[in-house]
């Protein structure tokens, strides 16, 4: 294969040196996910080993196959948001097993090769207003920062209000709220590979305290006999459930939605809106595979933003990326001794950032900011990304019908919400 002729360099104004060395800077900057996300799928019944593999695979997969079809420096991993959704909606609060999770994963994967591969993707996204898709970013940054907080003890269940601070003498607290300090400093400095020496130090703080330990500790191949138990176990047995296909159908509208976004944003910092076609059909199928692989769905990552700005132009920089994700996996037994307490700075710098969308929304308009913010605050509340989003969908067409601006809306629009409206009246009602 003539890489000049397949990759376009020069007329993209790169090399391959640079491809290759953005590539790496990229992998540096979303590696801390292998151990983020695993521990999330672990929550959800997933051996921690076998997330480890699942999201490593995932990720391989994702960007070989977006850097191949779309020829551009996106990253495709496991998202933020949606693991969330996956672990803590879909199996904790919605009673489905892992298993049948995944089910949903490929479910979603499907509708999104369907939009992604027709000219539904332009309907949808012309037909979502952009108060709806900023609250949904915001609400999930909220949660996520909830999640932070909960697995670090700082925030803890209370018998009289909810919620409670938790015992802030606690050494793995303190330490949590130092590697927080760490964290945000390392990022406003711009250090490479910021979140993951974060993950690294705070580790090694926590390790010192007696969190883990370093015995027993090798370079090896992982055991991929735990895997192959998660590896393709798809079940269907709730397929006879309409709420199966209800709540599949609303993990498709989040997954989507985010990632037309980020796909847009990265397209425009490329100034190759052109792009953004054949990167959400390779997301899509990313996507789809996702569920094969064990694993919640992969997005297109916030953090490519970094290889962009490092100079990556092609898909070479995506391909390097997912070949340092494949080499991860000698790696494992080092991954696995990083205490779970070590990724809640992460999760919590992540989710403040997503708040940062809240300038986009028009608040001095409230049938456009009243549904967005009723997403914002009661995704977190109920712990279910799908029911907060589904709340702000009823209430946006609604609220402009009652108030004479029922021709703003999008005929797909109300669709949506009609599907919304089934949800829930399935799910309470019968």
Request: negative net charge; contains cysteine; charged residues 10%.
């Amino acid at each position: 294969m003539n890489m000049e002729r397949f990759f376009k360099f020069n007329q993209y104004d790169t090399t391959i040196t640079k491809e290759i060395s953005v590539g790496l800077i990229s992998y540096i900057t979303v590696a801390y996910i292998i151990i983020v996300n695993a521990t999330i799928l672990a929550e959800a019944g997933i051996p921690m080993e076998a997330g480890i593999i699942a999201t490593i695979l995932a990720s391989f997969f994702g960007c070989l196959v977006l850097g191949l079809w779309s020829n551009t420096p996106l990253l495709l991993i496991p998202g933020m948001g949606l693991n969330a959704m996956f672990t803590y909606t879909i199996v904790q609060s919605g009673g489905f097993t892992w298993q049948e999770a995944l089910a949903m994963v490929f479910v979603s994967g499907l509708i999104f090769v369907v939009i992604a591969f027709t000219p539904m993707a332009k309907i949808i996204t012309s037909s979502i207003p952009n108060s709806l898709k900023e609250a949904i970013t915001i609400g999930i940054g909220i949660l996520l920062i909830l999640i932070g907080f909960e697995n670090a003890g700082i925030i803890t269940k209370s018998e009289h209000t909810l919620l409670a601070i938790g015992d802030l003498s606690s050494p793995t607290v303190l330490i949590t709220f130092v590697g927080l300090i760490i964290t945000i400093l390392l990022f406003v400095n711009n250090i490479p590979g910021n979140l993951l020496l974060s993950i690294i130090i705070t580790s090694m703080l926590l390790i010192w305290l007696g969190g883990s330990t370093f015995e027993g500790v090798s370079l090896s191949m992982p055991d991929f006999h735990e895997y192959l138990t998660v590896f393709g176990q798809i079940s269907w047995s709730q397929a006879g459930n309409i709420i199966f296909w209800l709540t599949s159908i609303s993990f498709a509208m989040v997954i989507v939605f985010e990632n037309i976004g980020l796909i847009h944003g990265h397209s425009n910092m490329l100034s190759r809106p052109e792009s953004s076609k054949k990167s959400l059909q390779a997301t899509s199928i990313s996507v789809l595979s996702s569920g094969i692989f064990g694993t919640s769905p992969t997005v297109a990552s916030v953090e490519a933003a970094a290889g962009i700005t490092a100079g990556g132009r092609t898909g070479l920089t995506s391909i390097v990326t997912g070949f340092m994700f494949l080499i991860s996996l000698l790696f494992i037994p080092v991954i696995k001794i990083v205490p779970a307490s070590a990724v809640s700075p992460i999760l919590i710098l992540i989710g403040m950032l997503m708040l940062q969308n809240i300038v986009h929304i028009r608040v001095d308009d409230l049938t456009e900011s009243f549904p967005a913010l009723l997403i914002i605050v009661l995704i977190p509340l109920t712990y279910s990304i799908a029911d907060g989003m589904a709340i702000g969908f009823i209430l946006y067409p609604l609220i402009k019908l009652l108030t004479g601006k029922g021709k703003e809306i999008h005929p797909a629009l109300y669709m949506i919400a009609v599907l919304f409206i089934s949800n829930f009246v399935i799910q309470y009602v019968f």
